[in-house]
């Protein structure tokens, strides 16, 4: 078993939808919990930092962490075009390593 | 500021040879780190640096891969005798005061023939 597990779809929405991604992760001891975009031929961007169980919210996303039943979610509201990308999540503790899932694939069509 | 940048964005080399690859991270970050995806793959772990000290190399695949730091800034992951297997996306990131967030450049394609 993946220390965290990401289905990696493809997802494909028609824009104006309300789009979620999950992740899952096994190691309690992870504290920390992140959300990046990749899109294509580049580097991953950072997206949403969450730490501990919570919700954060920036614009159109927000990052949810249920530490109890150890899920992560994205949600993006109103999803543009622009929005298509890989979505990756990671998760780390104190060892200062991230732990990536394998990436969603999401098209948001016009 | 400028980011994370990587040299070179291209490289396609000859099975058997050996290249090297550059990574300058954002000015100030202590950590780097050195990662590699392949086509459909995630991300995977090769090795980090805090400073110039390597205190996790778990991820370097074979003896043929080996990093370095200098003057805690650039770093450089050099391959010895290539193999097709190599062929991938080279990614380097950086990281700064909150130290769990990872910066990352554009990224090294590597192609083996």
């Known amino acids: 078993q993946k220390e965290v597990e990401q289905d990696p779809g493809p997802l494909s929405v028609p824009e104006g939808a309300i789009v979620s991604l999950n992740c899952t992760y096994s190691?309690?001891?992870?504290?920390?919990f992140m959300w990046y975009r990749q899109y294509s031929r580049k580097g991953p961007e950072l997206l949403m930092y969450?730490?501990s169980s919570g919700n954060k919210e920036d614009g159109r996303f927000t990052a949810q962490v249920d530490k109890s039943s150890k899920y992560i979610s994205l949600f993006i509201r109103d999803s543009q075009p622009s929005d298509s990308a890989t979505y990756l999540c990671?998760?780390?503790?104190?060892?200062?390593?991230?732990?990536w899932g394998l990436g969603t694939s999401l098209a948001v069509n016009p | 500021g400028a980011g994370v940048s990587q040299s070179p964005s291209n490289k396609v080399t000859e099975k058997g040879k050996d290249v090297e690859l550059r990574c300058d991270p954002i000015?100030?970050?202590?950590?780097l780190y050195w990662y590699r995806q392949s086509l459909g793959q995630g991300l995977e772990f090769l090795i980090y640096?805090?400073?110039?000290?390597?205190?996790?190399k778990s991820g370097l695949p074979s003896d043929r891969f080996s990093a370095e730091r200098t003057g805690g800034s650039v770093s450089t992951l050099t391959i010895q005798r290539t193999q097709q297997e190599d062929s991938a996306v080279y990614l380097c990131?950086?990281?700064?005061?909150?130290?769990?967030?990872?910066?990352f450049g554009p990224g090294t394609r590597l192609l083996v023939l």
């Open positions: 190691n309690s001891a992870f504290q920390y």
């Open positions: 990671a998760s780390g503790g104190n060892n200062r390593k991230l732990i």
């Open positions: 000015s100030g970050h202590t950590a």
């Open positions: 990131a950086s990281g700064g005061v909150l130290q769990e967030t990872q910066y």
């Open positions: 969450t730490y």
């Open positions: 640096f805090q400073g110039n000290s390597a205190p996790d």
